[in-house]
């Protein structure tokens, strides 16, 4: 088909950026957790013996995992540290996917996000790897926003 070259090849998923409260929050090297599941529940009709209705009920989101080498930025601890010291803040945020050439083509909004876990790095003498900090995100759901 003419015209549609290019429009179904996979986008690589090396190539995002986070952001939380508006703000681009450095350059994550990993986020995981972008699931949800809905519970169901069966339904035997009676008279009808060749299925069983499955029914949706409640959707259940993953925490977000986001994971960074650490800079000099402390945007993230700082804010699990407001949190630690009662100081409760929810911010709405975004992952986005982009192209090889840096457009934006897939944003997965999320909302009321604060967060529940921080680790920081292993660190080892004998080791020359980066040291990087991990944050949880717990959060009020996933849906597809506007590119």
């Not at 993953?62 to 100081?87: A, E, F, Y």
């Amino acid at each position: 088909m003419a015209g549609t070259a290019g429009k179904s090849d996979p986008f690589m998923s090396y190539r995002f950026r986070v952001e939380i409260g508006g703000i681009i929050v450095a350059q994550m090297s990993e986020v995981t957790g972008l699931q949800a599941q809905t519970d169901t529940e069966t339904y035997e009709e009676g008279g009808v013996n060749n299925f069983v209705h499955i029914l949706p009920k409640r959707t259940k989101f993953n925490n977000l995992v986001l994971k960074r080498g650490i800079t000099d930025l402390d945007q993230l601890w700082q804010w699990h540290q407001d949190v630690v010291n009662g100081r409760f803040e929810r911010k709405d945020g975004a992952i986005i996917l982009m192209d090889s050439e840096g457009n934006d083509r897939w944003r997965w909004e999320f909302s009321r996000a604060y967060p529940v876990r921080w680790a920081g790095p292993d660190l080892k003498a004998d080791s020359s790897t980066i040291a990087f900090e991990t944050i949880e995100l717990a959060h009020q759901g996933i849906w597809k926003g506007r590119r």
